[in-house]
C-alpha cells in the first residue's frame, strides 16, 4: 500500500474520530449546560427587538434587554391565562355533562352484556359441561394464566405510575431552578451579545469563521422556520376542528379544539387521543349521525395533516419537500415522535453544512488537497 493511501486513511480516521468525539463531548455537556443553550436560544429570538430598543429608543442594552424580556413573559403569561380561563370554563361544563353521558355509557352497556353476552355465556356454560373433566382443567388453567397475565401487567402499570409520582415532584424544584438559570443568563448574553459575537469571532479562523457564519444563519433561520411551522401546523388544526365542531353544533367547541390542537404537539397521536374515544362513544350511545360528523372531521384533519406538514416544513425551512418528507419517516422509525423533530433538524444541519463547502473542504483535507 502507497504512502498517499495510509496518509489518507489515517486523515478519514481523524476525521471520524473527531466527529465521534464531538458529538459525545456535546452531548455530555449540553447535560449539565442546557439551561445556558436554552437561554443562548432565547436571547437570539428576542435579540431583534432588543436592538430595535436600543437604536430606535435609545434605551442602554441592559434596560432594552429588560423590558424585551417583561414584555415577553407578559404575553406568554397573558395567553396562558387566557387559554386556561377559557379551557377551565369549557372542563366545567364537561364536568357536568360527562357524567350524565357516563352513566348512559354504562346503560348501554348493561344492556348489550344482558342481551348478547350472557346468553353467550350460557352456551359457553353449557358446552363447557360437556367436556371431559381433563378438558374443563386445561381451560380453566389457561384462563387463570390470561387473568394472572393480565393482572400482573396491570399491576407493573400502576405501579411504574406511583413510582413515577416522587420523580416528577422532585422535578418541579429542579424546574424552577433551570428556568431562574435559564432567565438570569438570557439577560446576560443577551447584554452582552454583541461583545460575545465579536469575541466569537476574534477566536476563530478566518476560514472557520466564514464557513460558522453560514451555518449559523442557516441554522437560525431554520429554527425560526421550524417554529413557524410547527405553529401553523396546530393553527390549521384548532381552526379545522373548531369549524367542523361549530358544524356539528358542539357546545364549548372553543374549548374542545383549543385541547385539540394542544394535544396536536404529538404528531399521529395527538388528536386521536381526544377524537377516537369522542367517536366509540357517540356510536355506542346511538348518535350515530354525530359519530359520522366526528369520524369525517377526523379523517379530514388527519389528511390535512399528512399533505400540509411537508410542504410547510419545506417551505418554511427552506428543504425540498421528499427530502423532507423522507427525514420525518426516517426520524420516527429511529426516535419515535422525537425524531418527527430531530429529522428535519438533522437535514437542515447536513444541508447547511453542504452550503457551507464544510464536506467539500473535509474531503479535500481527506485526499490531501489545500482547502481554498
Known sequence: MSRTYVDRFLR?????????????????????????????????????????????????????????????????????????????????????????????????????????????????????????????????????????????????????????????????????????????????????????????????????????KTVFLDLKRALFGFIKAQATLISITTVIVLIGLLILRVDYAITIALIIGFVDILPYLGTGIVFVPWIIYAAVSGDIPFAIGLGVLYIVVLVQRQIMEPKVLSSSIGLDPLATLIALFVGFKLLGFLGLIAGPVALVIIRTLHSANVFRDIWRFIIGKPTS
Not at 458529538?23 to 437561554?39: G, L, Q
Not at 394472572?148 to 405510575?161: A, L, R
Open 12 to 212: 478519514f480516521f481523524l476525521v471520524v474520530a473527531a466527529v465521534v468525539l464531538g458529538i459525545i463531548a456535546a452531548y455530555y455537556i449540553s447535560t449539565v449546560t442546557y439551561p445556558f443553550i436554552i437561554a443562548f436560544f432565547i436571547a437570539l429570538l428576542i435579540n431583534p427587538l432588543v436592538d430595535v430598543l436600543e437604536r430606535k429608543a435609545r434605551m442602554p442594552r441592559w434596560l432594552a434587554v429588560s423590558v424585551t424580556l417583561i414584555i415577553l413573559f407578559a404575553a406568554v403569561a397573558g395567553l396562558v391565562t387566557l387559554l386556561v380561563a377559557e379551557i377551565v370554563s369549557g372542563t366545567q361544563y364537561l364536568a357536568n355533562v360527562v357524567p350524565e353521558k357516563f352513566q348512559t355509557l354504562i346503560a348501554y352497556i348493561e344492556t348489550f352484556v344482558a342481551d348478547q353476552i350472557i346468553p353467550i355465556y350460557k352456551d359457553l356454560a353449557g358446552l363447557f359441561k360437556s367436556l371431559s373433566a381433563t378438558q374443563q382443567d386445561t381451560i380453566m388453567q389457561n384462563i387463570q394464566a390470561v387473568g394472572k397475565k393480565i393482572g400482573t401487567t396491570v399491576g407493573e402499570f400502576i405501579q411504574s405510575i406511583l413510582q413515577n409520582i416522587p420523580q416528577l415532584l422532585a422535578w418541579l424544584p429542579n424546574a424552577a431552578t433551570v428556568f431562574i438559570f435559564s432567565l438570569l443568563a438570557t439577560f446576560f448574553i443577551s447584554k452582552d451579545w454583541h461583545r460575545l459575537m465579536r469575541m466569537a469571532q476574534q477566536w476563530l479562523p478566518t476560514k472557520a469563521r466564514t464557513s460558522g
